[in-house]
């Protein structure tokens, strides 16, 4: 049974999208499906930004989730951040990026700047 299309206002309205969504998966484009599932994916983005917002990630996890993604050790960080002792400080949260090291590792690694830039919420450097 198709159900018309509403806003989604409440945890159950959204959990009912969640399980129509998982029902459409993979529905192809242009067709009632497609569209139905288009729109619900809408509505579900729209309702999870303003009752489930994700904080933006912290500049050390999103290098550190990049190496693992690319398989990248410490030493392959060394031409983009300096010498090892560095990339070391980096990672520990001793020292806090550059604006030389925010360009490389967006430029090379393709990491956003805008996230590289936020404060470490972890940063423990005073």
Excluded at 53 to 69: H, L, N
Aim: proline content about 7%; overall charge negative; aromatic content about 4%.
């Amino acid at each position: 049974m198709v159900t018309e299309l509403k806003p989604i206002r409440t945890e159950v309205d959204y959990n009912a999208a969640l399980e129509e969504v998982e029902r459409l998966w993979g529905a192809k484009s242009g067709t009632p499906e497609g569209d139905r599932l288009d729109v619900l994916a809408t509505l579900i983005d729209v309702y999870e930004a303003k009752h489930h917002p994700m904080d933006p990630p912290d500049p050390v996890e999103a290098i550190k989730f990049r190496m693992e993604q690319q398989g990248l050790s410490r030493k392959d960080l060394e031409p983009i951040i300096g010498p090892h002792g560095r990339v070391s400080d980096i990672l520990n949260r001793k020292r806090r990026l550059s604006i030389d090291m925010i360009r490389q590792l967006h430029e090379q690694l393709g990491i956003s700047a805008d996230v590289l830039i936020r404060p470490s919420r972890f940063d423990k450097v005073v």
